[in-house]
């Protein structure tokens, strides 16, 4: 049974800044995952993702899974902000619960996926802080161009715009998406890119989305897969389509999925 630890506090600002832990029992300390919840900014808990979450604990995976703040409290980028909190806080309680804090990743769908390509690319610029990996399922990524993208692919939208002044994209910047580009692609894990020094070395990436996602279209995943391909610093870069992924549903809900993630994981974490 792994060792759990609950509502352990990484930061003072919001009742939000906790996360859980748990460390299966291992002859030598095991990697850190630090999963990211999705939730489109504004809602979602540490409790979700628990079939991902367990696979990775039966991989022998430590996993952190790490509230932040709503959007509906603070905008960007306090949630960046929290999650910098939440890695210095596991960095230093890594003998306390039995890890290594030498190997960490992250790992986040949706909004998370969103989150854990910020923080692998903005805490890159440190190699105290940089992960190991990233894995980012379904993110949105480009926020001004969402709504093209999502009406390119012909799948029926789930949605209302994202440009709108009521979306999850506009509440997490402050303002409205279709007035203020510049500020919603800022936002942007592609855009911290042009943030970091040439020749800063990235995580190793993997990136998953659906082909059906009738949230965000694969083609946001695809230009965070170019944006990376073009920096050119990730020691390995990976972009799985899944023909039959939705968003969390359909490939994702099968085995390949989370085993794709477990090797990726595995081999990043032995460079």
Request: glycine share 8%; net charge negative; aromatic share 8%.
């Amino acid at each position: 049974m792994p060792t759990e630890a609950k509502d352990l506090r990484y930061a003072q600002r919001s009742a939000r800044n906790v996360l859980d832990l748990a460390v299966p029992a291992a002859v030598a300390p095991p990697p850190l995952v630090m999963f990211i919840h999705g939730g489109a900014f504004r809602m979602g808990d540490k409790a979700d993702g628990a079939r991902e979450r367990q696979a990775l604990v039966d991989a022998g995976y430590a996993v952190a899974s790490v509230n932040y703040r709503y959007s509906t409290e603070a905008i960007w980028p306090a949630q960046l902000d929290d999650l910098r909190d939440a890695l210095a806080f596991l960095q230093r309680s890594a003998v306390q619960y039995g890890y290594d804090a030498t190997r960490i990743a992250t790992f986040g769908p949706s909004a998370g996926g969103h989150l854990s390509a910020s923080c692998g690319i903005a805490f890159a610029a440190s190699a105290q802080t940089r992960p190991r990996a990233s894995i980012i399922w379904y993110p949105p990524v480009d926020f001004p161009t969402m709504d093209a993208d999502i009406e390119a692919t012909g799948v029926p939208r789930a949605t209302g715009r994202n440009d709108a002044p009521d979306s999850p994209e506009s509440l997490l910047i402050g303002a409205t998406v279709r007035e203020h580009p510049e500020l919603a692609r800022a936002a942007g894990p592609i855009a911290r890119l042009g943030e970091l020094a040439p020749g800063t070395k990235l995580p190793a990436m993997l990136i998953m989305h659906g082909a059906l996602d009738p949230f965000i279209a694969a083609a946001q995943s695809r230009k965070l897969h170019a944006a990376l391909a073009s920096f050119g610093t990730a020691p390995r870069l990976e972009l799985g389509v899944l023909p039959q992924g939705t968003h969390g549903g359909g490939d994702f809900e099968q085995p390949a999925a989370m085993a794709r993630v477990i090797a990726f994981l595995a081999e990043s974490f032995r460079e």
